[in-house]
C-alpha cells in the first residue's frame, strides 16, 4: 500500500506514441519518499521513454505526471536524469564535470567547486578531481555521472541502467556502493534495469512492464531487510521473488 502523504512522484494512466509507433499504453507508478523503485521490462519496452515523460522531456498523449502533488507535465528541471552512457565531458576534468549542473543554476566556477568538493569522498572520487574522464575505469567514471546526476536534484533522481556496460563484478561492487551512498545522501529513485538480480537486490519495489505499448504487468514489493549484503543474492526471501517475477516474464 502506498502512503498518500510520502509520494514523490505519481504517474497516472500515462500513454505516449511517437506517429505510428505506439510506445506507453496505460502506465501507473509511484515513488515515495526515500524509496527506491525499479522498473523492468523487455528491451524496447518505453523505459526511457517514460523516464523522459517523468523528467518532462517528453509530453504524454495522455495522462498525467504529478511531482509533490503538482502536474508536471511537460516540465522539466524538477528531477535529475542519469543516462544509461556518463556523457561526461572528455575535454575538462572530473571536477569541472560534476559541477556543470552547479553552473547551470547560476553558481559561481569557484562557488560550484565548493560545493561539488564536499561530496567527492562520500562519491569515491577524492584525489581523482583533476583527473580526466579517459583516466577513470567505467565504474568511476558511472560514480562521477552519479555524483552530477545528484547535483542537479539531489532529492529524486532517474537512473536509466547506469551498470549496463560494466562487467559484471565492477557492476556487483557498484551495486553494493550504490546501497552505501543511497543511505547517506537520502534521495528516492526510479531506476531501470534489466538485471531481475539487480532489481531485487536495490529496490523497495519492482514495476514490471510488459512488451510494447507497455503496461504494468506485475508489481512486486521487496521485502528484505536492510542494510543488505552480497549474501541477499543466496537467500531464500530473493529467489523467491526471482521465481515470482519470472513467472510473469516467461
Known amino acids: 500500500m502506498n502512503n498518500q502523504e510520502n509520494i514523490l512522484i505519481e504517474v497516472k494512466n500515462i500513454k505516449k ?14 515513488l515515495e519518499k526515500n524509496h527506491f523503485v525499479s522498473i523492468v521490462g ?41 543516462h ?13 564535470n560534476v559541477c556543470v549542473p552547479l553552473l ?32 577513470l575505469s567505467g565504474g568511476m567514471r ?4 552519479l555524483l552530477r ?9 532517474l537512473l536509466d541502467e547506469p551498470f549496463a556496460s560494466l562487467d559484471s563484478i565492477t557492476r556487483k561492487k557498484m551495486q553494493l556502493w550504490l546501497l552505501k551512498i543511497w543511505e547517506q545522501i537520502n534521495a528516492s529513485i526510479f531506476f531501470i534495469t534489466h538485471d531481475i ?12 512492464l510488459s512488451p510494447r505499448p507497455a503496461t504494468v504487468k506485475g508489481i512486486f514489493d521487496i521485502d528484505i531487510q536492510r542494510p543488505r549484503g552480497s549474501t541477499v543474492f543466496t537467500s531464500e526471501k530473493f529467489n523467491h521473488i526471482k521465481e515470482e517475477i519470472f513467472k510473469l516474464l516467461y
Open 149 to 157: 546526476t545528484y547535483l542537479f536534484a539531489d532529492d529524486i533522481m
Open 142 to 145: 558511472q560514480r562521477a555521472a
Open 84 to 96: 544509461q552512457k556518463d556523457l561526461l565531458f572528455p575535454w575538462s576534468n572530473i571536477i569541472d
Open 42 to 82: 523487455p528491451s524496447g519496452c518505453g523505459k526511457s521513454t517514460l523516464f523522459d515523460v517523468i523528467a518532462g522531456l517528453e509530453k504524454p498523449d495522455r495522462g498525467n505526471v504529478f511531482i509533490e502533488g503538482k502536474n508536471h507535465n511537460g516540465k522539466t528541471g524538477r528531477v535529475s536524469y542519469m
Open 197 to 208: 538480480d539487480e532489481a531485487i537486490f536495490l529496490s523497495d519495489r519492482i514495476y514490471l
Open 17 to 30: 506514441s511517437f506517429g505510428d509507433l505506439y510506445t506507453l499504453k496505460d502506465i501507473s507508478i509511484v
Open 104 to 135: 547551470i543554476k547560476g553558481y559561481k566556477k569557484k562557488d560550484a567547486a565548493n560545493i561539488a568538493a564536499k561530496h567527492f569522498a562520500a562519491f569515491g572520487l577524492e584525489g581523482f578531481e583533476k583527473r580526466y574522464p579517459s583516466q
